[in-house]
């Protein structure tokens, strides 16, 4: 089954230093979804890239996250300075299409800690 | 994955007996539903969709019924089973938009 690899799997970082979360699309799919999944808000866009082009990144803290897809088969986002609040699993998801729904994947997340 | 955790419904059934999984969406302009699966330590797994010109679609073991008076979704699992154990959202979709709206969550426990 092809899959959506996301690494790390888990990160503990302290907080202020950088963090980068790396996805690893299904190849050929051209879209890619992050989101963020919290006990409070649940899961939450942050982004989302279609052809490598960033297409709505309004979920995400500006000040602090940024995310890129370097090429067709990486995305990242990255958090400079990390802080507690930032807590989370980050997910992300590839597919093809103009909606994500049937036919989107998600990885398996990478489950950050802020210290 | 990090289910929302504390505050999730809990639904407990007998292995064998059927399921019903409810959700209240928030948006009457949303066209488009789906219902995920995810289980401990993994990502939202796609069970089945369905579109607003449509009150009812069946896959396997499973049956997603949509009511727009209501606002009401609900996802029935028939002769559920121990794999079955997961948390499951519902999501919606509006037109011309990219984003899923997830609910909160339910968690179904199957009792062997």
């Known amino acids: 089954d092809a899959r959506v690899t996301q690494t790390p799997r888990h990160k503990v970082t302290e907080m202020g230093q950088e963090v980068t979360m790396r996805c690893q699309p299904i190849?050929?799919?051209?879209?890619v979804f992050w989101y963020r999944q919290t006990m409070m808000q649940g899961l939450e866009l942050l982004a989302y890239?279609?052809?490598?082009?960033?297409?709505?990144d309004s979920g995400m803290p500006k000040d602090r996250f940024s995310a890129e897809m370097p090429d067709a088969t990486l995305a990242t986002l990255k958090i400079q300075p990390s802080e507690p609040r930032d807590s989370a699993v980050y997910f992300c998801?590839?597919?093809?299409?103009?909606?994500?729904?049937?036919?989107?994947?998600f990885g398996s997340g990478t489950r950050l800690t802020v210290v | 994955g990090e289910n929302v955790g504390l505050h999730l419904p809990t639904l407990s059934v007998q292995e064998g007996d059927n399921s019903i999984i409810n959700c209240a969406y928030s948006n009457s302009a949303s066209d488009y539903f789906i219902w995920y699966k995810q289980e401990s330590g993994k990502g939202p797994q796609f069970i089945i969709d369905?579109?607003?010109?449509?009150d009812k679609r069946q896959g396997q073991r499973v049956t997603v019924l949509l009511n727009k008076t209501v606002k009401h979704l609900s996802l029935q699992i028939a002769a559920t089973q121990p794999g079955d154990s997961a948390v499951y959202f519902c999501a919606e979709n509006q037109p011309g938009a990219n984003n899923l709206f997830f609910g909160t969550g339910t968690r179904l426990t199957v009792i062997p």
């Open positions: 998801a590839s597919g093809l299409g103009q909606r994500i729904g049937n036919g989107y994947t």
């Open positions: 890239f279609r052809n490598r082009a960033p297409l709505d």
């Open positions: 369905i579109r607003s010109n449509m």
């Open positions: 190849l050929g799919h051209n879209t």
